[in-house]
């Protein structure tokens, strides 16, 4: 079962403009991480961000999370066209032994 | 560093054949995994193994098998191909977290494309 949920499903905006993914999730987590996927590659990692931080900065992605809400979101400022992929948030668990889930992932679109 | 690698890159089989594929790591990971990914449905955890000699199930595992003689390999084997097991298929590996509670930052490899008709 999916426990992260990403919304949109698609986003298609200019260059230039900021883009933002949101994640829900539904059980306690210890940390949540936002990967990258561009067309037909592997899963690239982000950002993570644990359970006890509420935001956090890498160049031009800005990621926050609620664990009250049990919610992230990724925000890309001043996008570019080499954005242009689908993001994943993704969740562990609270128990020992655990296991990464994945959402269905925000297919971005950046156009030039 | 090489970091995840996987063999082959596609592969058609055809339903009932059996196949393994491979999957390497070079950054002394503890922490290997499956996933497989469909139109539509993300990515689903296959097999995952935090060690040597320790393997267990994620939410996907039927038809699949694994094994982890070494900490550098996790291969996936799948015992009797079946038309549903189409799919990309991606390992993972990660450094295992703090106090072994949590998953830390994953290295994909570029995916293995799998037909099976």
């Known amino acids: 079962s999916q426990q992260g949920e990403e919304d949109p499903q698609a986003l298609s905006i200019q260059e230039g403009e900021n883009a933002t993914m949101n994640c829900s999730y539904k059980t306690s987590i210890n940390n949540l991480q936002w990967y990258r996927q561009n067309s037909g590659r592997g899963l690239v990692h982000l950002i993570l961000?644990?359970?006890?931080?509420r935001e956090k900065h890498s160049g031009r992605l800005r990621v926050t999370l609620d664990t009250s809400k049990k919610s992230s979101s990724l925000l890309i400022t001043a996008s570019r066209a080499a954005d242009t992929a689908s993001y994943f948030c993704a969740t562990d668990g609270s128990s020992g032994y655990s296991t990464l889930t994945f959402g269905k992932g925000t297919m971005l679109l950046v156009s030039p | 560093n090489a970091g995840v690698t996987q063999t082959p890159k596609f592969q058609v089989l055809k339903t009932g054949q059996s196949m393994t594929l491979q999957c390497a790591q070079d950054?002394?990971?503890?922490?290997m995994s499956w996933y497989r990914q469909d139109p539509g449905m993300g990515l689903r955890l296959i097999h995952y193994?935090?060690?040597?000699?320790?393997?267990d199930q994620g939410e996907v595992p039927n038809g699949y098998n694994v094994s982890r003689s070494t900490t550098e390999d996790f291969p996936l084997r799948l015992l009797s191909a079946a038309p549903s097991q189409t799919s990309v298929y991606f390992c993972a590996s990660s450094f295992y977290g703090l106090g072994g509670r949590h998953t830390d930052t994953q290295y994909f490899g570029p995916g293995t494309r799998l037909t099976v008709l």
């Open positions: 961000i644990r359970s006890n931080e």
């Open positions: 950054m002394n990971h503890e922490y």
């Open positions: 193994s935090v060690g040597a000699g320790i393997t």
